[in-house]
């Protein structure tokens, strides 16, 4: 076969390579598909190149192969110029994030993984190897029965009440979570899955207020972003009151922005904050190790964009969506999704999701809704704070998109 004669002759691939690709197109021949793709010119090896790219972009024999191709395979079938194309696709496609909102799983090629997630009954590695590694999760009200692929894995969840903001840590079940109580909001949220970008691990840490305060908690993470300084790209602080020091969800939010800001850098720092107000001494005490999260998106892997709304018109805030549309450069060389921090009676029309989704249809979006009139939602600027339901769109380098996206 002239692809393998050529490849192999001149040293282009290693030993694994060439298995790899051997076993693939042993398994597109037994398919018996080539026949149905024009002449290959044996001469020509621009026209080789071009004739093998068109044969595996093509569905039939990206479902028929990939199935039997770990990650590792598809990371080795990336370094092989006719084939790169297909495998990055397939890592794309294979390690998306899970989005859910309203009891629903937003992106459709994920229901098939979330059936065999949940049984785990055939071999295909499609699936196989879509492992959980972190799930952020808002709201408490109608959650999924997902709990069989969140066993042993790093849960956060935070949902607003009227009188104070919940926040939970390291929970194995989602529905321990959930409320029955007819408060709180539907739960949405993201899972991640390990090894969801071409670096390996997804650059995203979860961390508590006390552990940024005083320099001698530091985790080993943020030391490193602190001596490595200006590589994170987004920094959200939820925060509710300070129960030992009783100090406002808003003085203590901004406080830690202000240690962030001297810390890490010049990224935008949103901040979400819900003052607690129940009268019972022994409610407040209840979370107080419990109060707040600080979420730090960092490296080269990952680009970010806030928006804060300061409109009720909606015409305006379209207008102003699109315009903040041809700003972004990473929409296609990234995996995307969105963050939503509003409130109740916030400076937003009522629709304003639905705009943000008219302007940015791929985008998934997570959304924290405050029920307190005791809240306060903003975005913290190197040169100034803006306060106002929060839009912030994130992105994770796509595999394949490394030589094409320069920051």
């Known amino acids: 076969m002239p692809l393998l004669n050529n490849l192999w002759r001149h040293n282009i691939m290693d030993m694994k390579s060439f298995i790899v690709l051997s076993f693939v197109l042993y398994q597109v021949i037994s398919l018996n598909i080539i026949s149905t793709v024009e002449v290959i010119n044996e001469k020509s090896n621009e026209s080789t190149n071009y004739d093998y790219k068109k044969l595996f972009t093509a569905t039939s024999i990206r479902n028929a192969i990939s199935k039997y191709l770990t990650r590792e395979d598809l990371k080795t079938v990336t370094t092989i110029k006719e084939m790169a194309d297909f495998a990055n696709s397939e890592l794309n496609h294979r390690l998306r994030l899970l989005h859910f909102r309203h009891g629903k799983i937003t992106v ?6 979330i059936k065999y997630l949940s049984r785990r009954d055939f071999v ?3 699936y196989d190897e879509w492992i959980a590694d972190t799930c952020i999760l808002f709201g408490d009200k109608d959650p999924m029965n997902i709990t069989g692929m969140l066993q042993y894995n790093f849960i956060v969840a935070i949902t607003s009440r009227k009188d104070h903001l919940k926040v939970e840590w390291n929970f194995d079940k989602i529905n321990e979570f959930a409320s029955n109580d007819g408060e709180g909001t539907l739960i949405n949220g ?8 071409p670096c390996g691990e997804f650059p995203v840490s979860c961390l508590s207020v006390e552990d940024i305060k005083d320099s001698r908690f530091h985790p080993s993470v ?15 602080v939820i925060s509710g009151s300070g129960q030992s020091t009783k100090e406002k969800a808003e003085n203590r939010a901004l406080m830690t ?7 890490l850098g010049d990224m935008p720092i949103c901040i979400v904050a819900q003052s607690d107000t129940r009268k019972n001494e022994k409610a407040n005490l209840i979370n107080k190790l419990e109060e707040d999260v600080v979420l730090l998106f960092y490296y080269h892997e990952i680009s970010a964009s806030t928006f804060v709304v300061d409109t009720k018109d909606e015409e305006i805030l379209r207008k102003k969506f699109l315009e903040w549309k041809e700003k972004l450069n990473f929409l296609n060389s990234h995996q995307t999704f969105a963050f939503h921090f509003t409130m109740i009676n916030g400076t937003e029309p009522e629709n304003s999701e639905e705009i943000f989704g008219d302007t940015f249809p791929n985008i998934p979006l997570n959304t ?3 029920l307190s009139d005791q809240s306060i ?4 600027y190197r040169d100034h704070y803006k306060i106002g339901p929060v839009y912030a769109i994130v992105g994770l380098l796509k595999f394949g998109s490394e030589e094409d996206f320069s920051e």
């Open 222 to 236: 943020y030391k490193t972003l602190v001596f490595s300084k200006n590589q994170v790209k987004l920094a959200i």
């Open 124 to 126: 295909d590695l499609r």
């Open 377 to 380: 939602t903003g975005v913290d």
């Open 257 to 263: 922005a202000q240690i962030l800001r001297l810390d």
């Open 368 to 370: 924290l809704r405050l």
């Open 108 to 113: 459709s090629s994920m229901q098939e993984a």
């Open 190 to 197: 993201m899972i991640y899955p390990c090894d969801c970008i």
